[in-house]
């Protein structure tokens, strides 16, 4: 059983930053490409970020592309998004999602990831 938990939600002001970590256990972490995906109230759930499973390529919503950032700890078995530049529309539940499928098609689609975390709230004030 997977088990994906974020952590480093929180309340930040306008152009400050934050780092969400997602810890994972239950499946070779190393082997699966991760995302970030987050929902705003009243929207649907958007793509963020995605890593492959060995870091080595990175991929971006054009709205963070520039601000945040993706990387993996394949010891620690956890993924990062660094969010440097917040911005009031950042504010959201974000969401950590394991891919176990092979390849990359489709990568910002949510419907080609196979688990989810609970989630972390980041609320940016303007």
């Known amino acids: 059983q997977v088990q994906l938990v974020e952590s480093g939600g929180g309340l930040v002001q306008a152009g400050g930053s934050l780092r969400l970590s997602c810890a994972a256990s239950g499946r070779t972490f190393s082997q699966y490409a991760m995302g970030w995906f987050r929902q705003a109230p009243g929207k649907e759930r958007e793509f963020v970020a995605a890593i492959t499973w060995s870091g080595g390529r990175t991929y971006y919503a054009d709205s963070v592309k520039g601000r945040f950032t993706i990387s993996r700890d394949n010891v620690k078995n956890t993924v990062y998004l660094q969010m440097n530049s917040l911005k009031p529309e950042d504010t959201a539940v974000y969401y950590c999602?394991?891919?176990?499928?092979?390849?990359?098609?489709?990568?910002?689609?949510?419907?080609?990831?196979?688990?989810w975390g609970q989630g972390t709230q980041v609320t940016v004030s303007s």
């Open positions: 999602s394991m891919r176990t499928r092979p390849g990359l098609a489709s990568i910002g689609n949510e419907y080609e990831y196979d688990y």
